[in-house]
């Protein structure tokens, strides 16, 4: 028998929808950091880490409104969600090097949404060969670096890119 050890999932099953309030509207409130892991911040949405990424790299572009689906936007947001989908496109492929992205929503939790209340858009990085034997067959997730240096990296990106721009 073998054993993969993944000790963060333990606070996942607990915490997983024990609470009233939502993680995202939570995230705003704070200041940013590694802590609540919101990397970019716009003014009418933002980007923060997936805490429980599919891959090295997986962002959400969340907009500051809490409301369930996306025609409940005004256009102002929903072209902004637009724009940080593509300027965390461009940034994760200076830093990661991806091959491909998968881009989705899941409105509602028929779709699958966990977090049905407050919508938001997934950014996640490919390459050739990361669903390999662990997700196929072993139905396991690798995700091989550090949340926190995940942070760090995208945070720095995110940085050096307005200062240019500012």
Partial sequence: MQTLWSPWRMRYMMENNKTDTCIFCEALRQEDGPENLVVWRG???????????????????????????????????????????????????????????????????????????????????????????MTAIGETRVIPEDLSDTYRRIRARVTARLRREG
């Fill in 43 to 133: 003014e009418h949405a933002f980007v923060i880490l997936n805490r429980y990424p599919y891959a090295t790299g997986h962002v959400m572009v969340v907009p500051n409104q809490h409301v369930d689906t996306l025609e409940k936007l005004d256009a102002p947001t929903r072209a902004e969600l637009m724009e940080l989908l593509a300027e965390m496109m461009i940034l994760l492929r200076e830093e990661y090097r991806p091959e491909a992205f998968n881009l989705g929503a899941n409105i509602g939790a028929a779709a699958g949404a966990g977090i049905a209340e407050h919508m938001h858009l997934h950014v996640v990085p490919r390459w050739q060969g990361d669903t390999n034997f």
